[in-house]
């Protein structure tokens, strides 16, 4: 049976804007689901709390706390989330949908990846990360099922519900906050003290179950998994994978190391580690097939994991024999070389010759001394390669030229939001490039995060706040709205962070902004449709009126619901909602007479009616039907009372 055809939300208008038209997941703490936002013609997914725990001030801080954390973050790599809100007992983030899969869907399918897939996942899920951390920020949940593969090959990392900011400590009572599998040691001793390092463990984790295809840690309970997380080192991968490169062993240890302190202080860190080790490996090694993938690489296009994205950056090298390039090179190529004129006609004339022999042999050895020569001093150590520089301080990078007998050459800075300040950014010439002993490298340093101040947006409308923020460099965030009497609705309240707050450039700044003066919803339920438009439209709300009709008590044409109910409140010029009746559903009544009292209270009962006795004086000791309101074999609406006499 389809489950989802069962879900009351599906169908259903959440904040007369969000229609939901499928389920997609259920967690722990809500259901997401696809909807369309009739406001903007979009498809979203909508992340809804379970009713149950809205009435949890606790579940709901966090749930709004992961609105607000995710809107500051714009980010490729990051599910943005557009709108919070709720609607009656239901509390919602309106969130990026990305049609693909997930990391999970990827692993489940194919086992272990190749090196070169596992980083080309990772490297996006930790640039993600580090935008959080930087922004200060700590996901604390990461694991393959919340890494999102798009069918366009993006890379997006998804569900912040248990984010929170560094500089604070959750209260958890003991609680350990998590996915056991990807837990890093001391989340499980101090669940509250939690630091970004917990993010770059369980990203060694999910790289090892990547290049392995299983978790390094199990056991027959959870506790048993705790426990090896606390008292085992993560095992190398080329233990499970012979002949998989030592790099990627060494990335892996770095990040799971069980002491915080010996781990990269952040995923901007392991990220730096990351492309080091790529630059690292060798082509061969990159592709290598691992032994537990369950299916060969192919070019199947429509293989789901031939969504990840390969690197964009390597150039491919240009025929160097026109002959040997492929017609289809030659073709694309935009412009060819011009043949070189024709040599000038040799002179006819006929002249003494001079004996060619001594010269030939004299211009061979010369050739040869000299080919000698060069390959002696191309092998005499003339030349070196530019050692690996990236995420090297400025000193570390100068130790390290020097130590291969280079100098460091001019020394620029730029921002970056993904390098720590004061490391290499990147070298000229690059890394492993040959190079003349004693000649100079240049370098680039970050200067960090470009950094500007939150303009003061108080009072401007909507649409001009968000151009002040993107000519500041920012970029207009998740917009709440709030019931305001000073303010005009489409006025902005606040930002957050708050006007003067300094931030990397490119931040997003959500914004507060004024739904006006709140009015009161009226009650419009059992009224006709002109009559409700019109109550309505006196407290300043507009009207639209569903499509479908629903049984109800009411007559045919009457209100059956509203939404928003009576009760909420609502901005002036809100919409509400209207489902009209289509009169009590009529099911037949059974026939009764004869049968025991029991008997008949049970099978009008199960019929979907209510049941009354009329027992009289002479019924008072009676036990049998004597006769019934409705009769047997005629309508009547469901659940209403059906009255039997007893005799």
């Known amino acids: 049976m389809d489950t989802t055809l069962q879900d009351p939300l599906v169908g259903q208008v959440l904040d007369g804007r969000y229609r939901v038209d499928a389920r997609i997941a259920v967690g722990g703490m809500a259901t997401v689901y696809r909807a369309l936002d009739t406001r903007l013609d979009r498809v979203l997914a909508l992340k809804v709390m379970h009713p149950a725990l809205a009435v949890d001030g606790a579940f709901v801080e966090r749930f709004i706390r992961e609105a607000k954390s995710v809107a500051r973050l714009a980010h490729p790599n990051v599910v943005q989330v557009f709108d919070q809100g709720t609607d009656g007992s239901y509390v919602y983030l309106a969130m990026e949908y990305v049609a ?52 366009d090959g993006r890379v997006k990392v998804a569900d912040f519900g248990l984010v929170r900011s560094m500089d604070t400590v959750t209260s958890t009572t003991g609680a350990v906050l998590g996915t056991v599998s990807y837990l890093a040691p001391e989340q499980i001793e101090q669940p509250g003290a939690a630091d970004a390092r917990v993010d770059v463990y369980a990203c060694g984790v999910v790289l090892y179950e990547m290049l392995t295809g299983d978790k390094p840690h199990d056991g027959d309970s959870p506790a048993v998994v705790l426990y090896k997380h606390l008292h085992e080192d993560v095992p190398p991968p080329s233990a499970s994978v012979p002949g998989l490169a030592y790099e990627l ?63 964009l950056t390597v150039q491919r090298p240009l025929p160097v024999n026109e002959d040997d390039a492929e017609p289809e090179a030659v073709f694309n190529r935009t412009s060819r070389l011009a043949a070189p004129p024709p040599a000038p006609p040799r002179s006819r004339s006929r002249g003494p010759r001079a004996p060619r022999g001594p010269l030939v042999i004299v211009t061979a050895v010369l050739l040869a001394l000299g080919l000698g020569a060069g390959v002696w001093y191309i092998n005499s150590g003339q030349f070196t390669k530019v050692p690996p520089l990236l995420a090297k301080t400025q000193a570390q990078a100068q130790e390290r030229l020097a130590e291969a007998g280079l100098e460091v050459g001019k020394v620029e800075r730029a921002y970056s939001d993904t390098v720590r300040r004061g490391t290499v950014i990147s070298t000229d010439p690059a890394t492993g490039a040959r190079i003349r002993h004693n000649d100079s490298v240049n370098l680039v340093i970050s200067a960090g995060p470009e950094t500007v101040k939150v303009p003061d947006l108080q009072g401007y409308k909507l649409d001009k706040a968000r151009t002040v923020l993107k000519d500041s460099g920012l970029q207009p965030g998740m917009v709440t709205r709030e019931f305001n009497d000073e303010l005009s609705p489409g006025f902005v309240i606040s930002s957050e962070p708050a006007d003067g707050t300094k931030v990397r450039s490119g931040s997003a700044v959500a914004l507060t902004v004024s739904k006006g003066s709140p009015v009161d919803v009226p009650d419009v339920t059992g009224e006709s449709l002109a009559d409700a438009k019109a109550e309505l439209a006196e407290a300043g709300l507009k009207v639209k009126v569903a499509s479908v009709r629903v049984h109800s008590d009411f007559d045919a044409g009457q209100v059956a619901r509203q939404s928003p109910v009576e009760g909420r409140q609502a901005a002036e010029g809100d919409t509400v909602t209207l489902t009209l009746s289509k009169g009590p559903e009529m099911i037949e009544v059974p026939d009764v007479v004869g049968d025991s009292v029991d008997d008949a209270t049970d099978e009008l009962k199960a019929a979907g009616f209510e049941v009354d006795e009329d027992r009289g004086l002479l019924g008072l000791f009676g036990d049998t039907v004597k006769s019934q309101s409705v009769a047997g074999g005629d309508r009547a609406p469901k659940g209403s009372t059906i009255t039997i006499t007893i005799r």
Do not use: W
Request: contains cysteine; glycine residues 4%; aromatic residues 2%.
């Open 249 to 311: 062993d060494e990335l892996v240890a770095s990040a799971t190391a069980r002491t915080p302190d010996l781990r990269p202080y952040d995923a901007v860190a392991l990220l730096a580690q990351a492309r080091e080790a790529r630059a690292a490996l060798s082509a061969d090694q990159l592709d290598a097939v691992p032994p537990q993938a369950l299916t060969a690489a192919h070019s199947n296009a429509e293989d789901r994991t031939s969504v990840i994205p390969r690197a």
């Open 100 to 151: 693909g899969c997930t990391l999970r869907d990827v692993l489940r399918e194919r086992g272990a990846l190749q090196p070169r897939a596992a980083l080309d996942i990772l490297e996006p899920v930790l640039a993600a990360l580090g935008a959080a951390h930087r922004a200060g920020f700590v996901h604390r949940d990461m694991k393959p099922e919340n890494v999102l593969i798009g069918d």
